[in-house]
Nanobody
Framework: QVQLVESGGGSVQAGGSLNLSCKAS????????MRWYLQVPGKDREVVST???????IYSDAVKGRFTTFRDSIENTLYLQMADLKVGDTGRYYC??????????WGQGTQVTVSP
């Protein structure tokens, strides 16, 4: 059974940092592209970062230079290091796996709240 479990969210002041994790089980994360999404109430989920199976990372303009995503293949875990957080980064963060010949797998999300 495929499962993604996010953790690491919390409340911080603007300028602070958080590190999110997305632990995968039931499949090999290294075979899949992975994304982090941000959802704000009343809006669609938006892509924050994309990590290809080959390890290439792409970031949204909003987070470029502040967030870093990478994968630990041994731990089968995806990470999102978030620095210099802004109030606009507030929302629920989801990880998603895009694997060959499979549906998109989603985690349950983790809440990040950034206060002024």
């Amino acid at each position: 059974q495929v499962q993604l479990v996010e953790s690491g969210g919390g409340s911080v002041q603007a300028g602070g940092s958080l590190n999110l994790s997305c632990k995968a089980s039931g499949y090999n994360m290294a075979d899949c592209g992975m994304r982090w999404y941000l959802q704000v109430p009343g809006k669609d989920r938006e892509v924050v970062s994309t990590l290809s199976a080959a390890g290439t990372a792409i970031y949204s303009d909003a987070v470029k230079g502040r967030f870093t995503t990478f994968r630990d293949s041994i731990e089968n875990t995806l990470y999102l290091q978030m620095a210099d957080l802004k109030v606009g980064d507030t929302g629920r963060y989801y990880c998603a796996a895009f694997c060959p010949r499979s549906p998109v797998y989603w985690g349950q999300g983790t809440q990040v709240t950034v206060s002024p």
